[in-house]
């Protein structure tokens, strides 16, 4: 038996390859997900009524890259193909992304063009920062801030109006704390080993790639040729995950809900107790972990410190989600996708997305305001209420879009912990993790947003490259 610990897409994503591998029948394995709550999904909850949908946790998933290709082929594997809405290039909500700067809202550029021309709250066009990168000297380093990366190569102004809010928006994080393996992996191999990101450019164009390969369906053909920005599933993102449990379902995977792990205790490499809170135990001959990393290591504190000591590096951060719809005739925001305000603004809210411009089937204005991330504690302590956040997201929705009507409805979150920080050193630490695995034996494997990346396509992607490579061995 092969046990899945916690049922969020991680957990799911995992079950799914592992029946795609035929671990069932090859190995005649039985499998079975343990999940926490009386709910598989983890952070993806969507609220659906007739007029609104409210996004608590992810909206939007990329199509992009080998990931988001992957994430495609799995829903179209799912029977979801008829179930996209997605957003084309030309779109508002793919061409206008903005930042709230010094009381003013100003679009980012979304071209070629745009890079060409002088565009506030940047003093320059922004092909100024290559000239920049060209002119600065290579420091070497085996990882750094990808703030401090940024400002080196292309100057402060493109590190703090450009990357800080995409941090925020992308890991409710602090720039000079993330590392720049983050993102910016490729361009900050550029710069060790060429001296420069634009130097790094020029000369890849003439090496043979050596990148991953994958075989698209319909769908990922579809979102390549249509060039698609982004995208949803129409009535909920909570939809993928609901569909992934009854494909597991289906499959013979036994779903135990409302089950809470409280120990985790290896017997030998191809034995492990799951101990659940009611005192029950659960053996296993193996454990696919995708519950978060700082959970994960108070799980197996008691055999093994040192494991548990890396597992509890990783920070992670809290989120405040208020959801508001107002039931007007009249859109009361421009068509975009929303905007981030800069950590430099020093406001109580990371930025707004505009719900009613990129989910469909809405009747009026819905927007979401997400609050607080790295800043969490110290700009709102941590007993407040969800009233006072509420509170705080109205004030701020009303002085910076000019909105004077009354919400009509609204939800409110608080997301402990919800995501984790790649600082500097993760990848290096992650790494210490697996080996520490290894070569002790232990029948585990790691997947989950904690370790190969934070977004949907990350997480679905590692269940993938955990489970191949452990069918593999
Ligand atoms: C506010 C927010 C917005 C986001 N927006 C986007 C977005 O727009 N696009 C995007 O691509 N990504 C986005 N993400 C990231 C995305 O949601 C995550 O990558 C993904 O949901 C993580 O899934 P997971 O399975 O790794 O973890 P989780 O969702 O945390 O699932 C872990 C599961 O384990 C269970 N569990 C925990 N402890 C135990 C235990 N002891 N025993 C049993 N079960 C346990 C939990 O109940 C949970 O169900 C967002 C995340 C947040 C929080």
């Known amino acids: 038996m092969a046990a899945i610990l916690g049922g969020g897409l991680g957990g799911l994503s995992t079950g799914y390859y592992l029946l795609k591998n035929n671990i069932t029948n090859n190995s005649n394995l039985k499998l079975f997900l343990v999940e926490a709550t009386d709910y598989c999904g983890g952070w993806i909850k969507s609220i659906k009524t007739r007029d609104y949908i409210f996004e608590q946790g992810p909206r939007t998933i990329r199509p992009r890259g080998i990931t988001g290709l992957n994430t495609l082929n799995m829903l179209q594997d799912l029977g979801l193909s008829e179930h996209i809405s997605y957003i084309k290039p030309d779109h508002p909500a ?193 454990v696919y972990s995708s519950v978060p990393s700082h959970i994960l290591a108070k799980l197996i504190s008691k055999q093994h410190p040192q494991l548990s000591q890396l597992l509890s590096e990783t920070p992670f951060v809290t989120v405040g989600i208020v959801n508001l719809y107002f039931a007007t005739e009249k859109p009361l925001i421009e068509p975009a996708f929303g905007f981030l305000v800069p950590p430099i603004e020093n406001s109580p809210i990371l930025g707004v997305v505009f719900d009613s411009c990129c989910i469909p089937d809405q009747n009026g204005t819905v927007l979401t305001v997400m609050l607080g991330g790295r800043w969490f504690n110290e700009k709102f302590g941590s007993d407040v209420t969800k009233d006072r956040l509420l509170e705080i997201a109205v004030k701020e929705i009303k002085s910076i879009l000019k909105i004077e009507d009354k919400v009509t409805a609204y939800n409110v979150g608080i997301l402990d912990k919800c995501i984790p920080q790649y600082i500097i050193g993760h990848y290096d630490r992650v790494d210490r993790i697996r080996d520490y695995i290894q070569n002790k034996n232990l029948p585990i494997s790691l997947v989950g947003s904690s370790y190969d990346g934070v977004g949907i396509n990350d997480v679905i992607y590692s269940a993938k490259t955990q489970v191949e490579k452990d069918v593999t061995k």
């Open 94 to 286: 793919a061409r206008n992304r903005m930042i709230y700067v010094n009381n003013t809202l100003y679009s980012l550029p979304s071209s070629l063009k745009g890079v060409f021309q002088k565009n506030e709250p940047f003093s320059k066009p922004l092909i100024y920062a290559a000239l920049n990168d060209l002119k600065q000297p290579q420091k070497e380093l085996k990882d750094d801030s990808i703030y401090n990366f940024v400002e080196r190569r292309f100057g402060k102004e493109v590190a703090d109006y450009a990357i800080s809010p995409m941090i925020c928006g992308i890991c409710a994080g602090d720039a000079k704390e993330i590392s720049v393996k983050f993102l910016m992996k490729t361009l900050f191999e550029y710069e060790q080993s060429y001296g420069g990101v634009v130097k790094g450019v020029m000369k890849s164009m003439f090496k043979p790639k050596n990148e991953e390969t994958l075989e698209l369906g319909e769908l990922a053909k579809r979102a390549q040729e249509e060039k698609w920005n982004i995208y949803t599933i129409k009535g909920g993102l909570d939809t993928f995950p609901l569909v992934m449990k009854q494909y597991l379902k289906d499959n013979d995977v036994d779903i135990h809900l409302n089950t809470k792990v409280e120990e985790i205790e290896f017997i030998d490499s191809s034995m492990v107790q799951l101990k659940k809170s009611n005192g029950e135990t659960i053996s296993a001959s193996h």
